[in-house]
């Protein structure tokens, strides 16, 4: 890792190519055993330079919305789906032109917008309804990702899946998942199988959603195979899985610098380049506590690992090395890719991270750098001219302000 890593210019995201083709491998073997689609979920990971890389292996992309659905449009060239809680009139207008699978989270959305569909796309219209399948499965703070939470506003019940519904849709969909092992996957399968059959019978297509974290070492793959052979055997459907997090799980690192180290606390405080907010937020939203290169229990040296902005709890966790840090040396933060260049901000004006590829000979390259015009033109176009004293007293006058001073 030496090698590469004197060349990152911090702070900056680098995609593994190597790990990427090892999930993308996984997702490969699903496909060949069960014959199902996989479809990335571009909500996950956008970093549409490897678009062609994922499109080897993959079906297409499911967006979360149109602008999603264009990028995949414009860079992936495979299926490309697309589900949202609501849509307005003008994004499916916009989305109709090159997206004919289409997934409505309500009757009402289905009744308004599916008609629009069928017009437009004849016999390739593709029209899903999410369902809701009331099945809490998410352990890790279920009342922010548990899709099945009590008043959750995604999907529909079983009991509005009457024949009537049922004969204007070619798909239910399903996304009831959050980073669950293989268990849980089956679960959910043997859940459907049992409480919908008739809604099963009646579809061409079941989509599992996504959250099936089956490239982690301890997901087994194979239990997720039989489940998804048995449902497809049993109701004669096409199934599809929408993995955004299993496709990207270990697949690259965000690399940070030491700015400072506040030692006159009782554990010592590392100011890195980035930021858990701006950077990877799920560390607090989650939370969770990722891991770092370097990281031991055994380690001697302990610090604080902080970002640079003003919000107290920016804050990575607490770690500990063999070595102590340097101001001025390197933090390399494991699996980031999932859910955080998609999720970046420029609080407190923080510059937003390289774009990096890390190839298989391992050789180093940016694909993107940021700015200041990619912070300034966030917030607004043109700033207003400035006031002089004559144009200052003409706009007190006509708001009948005092005069200040």
Not at 24 to 39: F, M, P, S
Not at 77 to 90: L, V
Not at 328 to 337: C, E, R, T
Request: aromatic residues 8%; proline residues 6%.
């Amino acid at each position: 890792m030496t090698q590469w890593l004197s060349r990152v210019q911090t702070p900056a995201y680098v995609a593994d190519i190597e790990a990427l083709k090892q999930n993308l491998a996984v997702a490969a073997h699903i496909k060949h055993e069960t014959g199902c689609r996989i479809l990335l979920a571009t909500k996950s990971f956008a970093m549409f330079e490897l678009f062609p890389l994922f499109a080897q292996g993959l079906d297409g992309t499911t967006a979360s919305g149109l602008y999603e659905a264009r990028l995949a449009h414009e860079h992936f060239h495979g299926e490309i789906h697309a589900y949202s809680p609501a849509y307005s009139d003008q994004e499916i207008r916009d989305l109709l032109p090159f997206c004919n699978h289409l997934y409505f989270n309500s009757l009402s959305q289905l009744e308004r917008y599916g008609p629009l569909c069928r017009a437009a796309h004849g016999e390739r219209s593709q029209l899903g309804l999410r369902v809701n399948p009331q099945l809490s499965l998410v352990k890790n703070n279920p009342d922010l990702y548990d899709p099945s939470a009590p008043g959750s506003r995604f999907g529909v019940f079983k009991e509005s899946l009457t024949p009537e519904v049922l004969a204007t849709v070619d798909a239910l969909h399903v996304h009831n998942l959050c980073e669950n092992m293989a268990e849980d996957s089956v679960r959910l399968i043997h859940h459907l199988m049992n409480v919908m059959p008739d809604a099963l019978e009646a579809v061409e297509t079941v989509n599992l959603g996504g959250g099936h974290y089956f490239t982690h070492p301890d997901y087994e793959v194979m239990a997720l195979i039989e489940a998804i052979n048995m449902l497809q055997a049993r109701f004669n459907v096409n199934t599809i899985l929408e993995p955004g997090g299993a496709l990207t799980f270990n697949g690259g690192y965000l690399v940070a610098s030491v700015l400072d180290i506040v030692d006159d606390r009782a554990v010592p405080i590392a100011i890195l380049d980035v930021s858990p907010t701006c950077h990877m937020p799920d560390v607090l939203e989650m939370p969770y506590r990722p891991e770092v290169v370097g990281d031991s229990p055994q380690g001697r040296h302990r610090y604080v690992l902080a970002g640079k902005t003003c919000l107290s709890g920016d804050v990575v966790g607490t770690y500990a090395f063999d070595a102590p840090l340097q101001v001025g040396g390197k933090v390399v933060i494991k699996d980031m890719l999932q859910y955080t260049i998609v999720k970046t901000t420029t609080f407190n004006g923080m510059p937003l991270p390289d774009l990096g590829v890390l190839e298989e000979d391992g050789t180093y390259r940016v694909v993107h750098s940021f700015g200041y015009e990619d912070f300034k033109h966030r917030l607004s176009k043109m700033p207003m001219p400035l006031l002089t004293e004559s144009t200052l007293q003409e706009f007190q006058t006509a708001l009948h302000w005092p005069p200040f001073g």
